[in-house]
């Protein structure tokens, strides 16, 4: 009892901030929501009782250096968090890619939001169906160069997939 006592103050203080990173991550990409599955479900089974202060604590420690590590990720690629996010829907869950092809998929991912920024995000883009078409005609123009890994089923999906995305998250 004096255990629990013990960590019921930094379990509830690393939840806290553990929340706050998901709550600031997920929204910028939502390949992120696993983490906030994985969390919920941390916690669901904490209090089902199915796991003891001790391993709660050690597991969300482990969580919080995972969440660090996956908001330095965007450094390491070299990508700010729009960029990573469209790269994580072109490359999750398929295919694998050789480094270069990886470096390719990087500037796309650059030069499609540099391209809807510039051309075709305009005020209330969402409102009309010729500019929404305008968004779509574009992301399909630049994902053309998606390296030659990508199967015509691939093109299509990646498409659809940033097309949802970049409507859901740029209005």
């Not at 969402?126 to 992301?139: N, S």
Request: with cysteine.
């Amino acid at each position: 009892c004096i255990i629990v006592a013990l960590f019921d103050r930094p379990i509830e203080q690393l939840r806290a901030m553990i929340r706050r990173s998901l709550d600031r991550l997920v929204p910028r990409n939502r390949g992120r929501m696993d983490f906030y599955d994985t969390f919920e479900k941390m916690i669901a089974d904490y209090n089902a009782g199915a796991t003891n202060a001790e391993a709660l604590f050690a597991q969300l420690v482990d969580f919080a250096k995972q969440l660090n590590e996956e908001e330095r990720r965007g450094i390491r690629e070299q990508l700010d968090d729009e960029q990573l996010a469209i790269l994580d829907i072109l490359t999750r869950p398929s295919p694998k890619l050789t480094k270069q092809e990886r470096e390719q998929v990087k500037r796309i991912a650059r030069e499609l939001l540099d391209t809807l920024k510039a051309e075709r995000l305009v005020l209330e883009w969402r409102g009309r169906q010729q500019t929404r078409a305008a968004v779509l005609v574009a992301i399909q123009e630049v994902l053309e160069n998606l390296p030659q890994k990508y199967s015509d089923d691939d093109y299509h999906v990646k498409c659809d997939a940033v097309y949802q995305h970049v409507y859901d998250s740029y209005y």
